[in-house]
């Protein structure tokens, strides 16, 4: 009886742990509300047919997805839980996982969301503003559907191409999809009809740098520009 009354009183508290845990997940923030997205090269995009609000939207959307993915794989892999098979990741080499040091679940879904998911919603936002605002490919002045801020010096004058080169240009900070945003920005271009190794197509900072000689540091006093 005194077994059967431990055994209970196991279950009670495992019960009770549970409980908690799902507490504490309903409890937790959702990351959409907390990611803070602040991008300079997002305001040199026209506000016209929501050019901004969509860069914001597909790069918040890739970033909350990889880190739900991230989350859960190290749910998994938590002590005490099943192992789970995952899928095959021969796409990925060795090189790279040692670069990044991220979790290969996380990458085979990186991966894929950008070359299914991603790549169907960028599609479609892009023939949205190559229709609402065509650009002229032969100006050499810039279009005042373009703000004009500090440190502005580029022509831009074709809203759907600098949001392809934009977007992607981001995209590409993460190695872990290197040849997912290369197809998916070729595929982009031929559809605003740019060819793909034209000059227009290549990315160029939209914001003027300037760099200030011998800044010296206050903490060590390291000087250089």
């Known amino acids: 009886r005194k077994r059967v009354l431990e055994d209970e009183d196991s279950e009670e508290e495992e019960d ?5 845990e799902e507490e504490e997940e309903e409890g937790e923030p959702n990351v959409e509300d907390l990611l ?10 026209p506000q016209a047919a929501s050019c901004q609000s969509y860069f914001l939207m597909i790069v918040s959307a890739y970033i909350v997805a990889v880190y ?45 969301y950008v070359a299914n998911e991603l790549t169907q919603s960028f599609f479609t936002i892009t023939q949205k503003i190559q229709k609402k ?37 981001v995209l590409s900070l993460d190695a872990n999809i290197t040849n997912q945003v290369n197809k998916l920005r070729r595929d982009l271009l031929r559809l605003i009809e740019v060819g793909e190794f034209s000059e227009a197509a290549q990315f160029r900072d939209p914001c003027r740098s300037y760099v200030l000689p011998e800044v010296i540091c206050r903490n060590c006093n390291f000087c250089r520009d």
């Open 133 to 169: 605002m065509a650009g002229s490919r032969n100006a050499t002045e810039p279009s005042d559907m373009f703000p004009v801020l500090p440190g502005s010096y580029l022509p831009l004058n074709n809203p759907a191409l600098e949001f392809v080169k934009y977007v992607c240009k």
């Open 16 to 20: 009770v742990e549970v409980a908690g």
């Open 36 to 45: 803070e997205n602040s991008w300079n090269i997002a305001q040199f995009l």
């Open 68 to 112: 739900h993915s991230m989350k859960e794989e190290l749910r998994r892999n938590a002590p005490g839980t099943t192992p789970v098979k995952r899928k095959s990741i021969s796409q990925v080499s060795q090189e790279v996982l040692g670069e990044t040091g991220a979790m290969p679940g996380m990458i085979t879904f990186s991966q894929d």
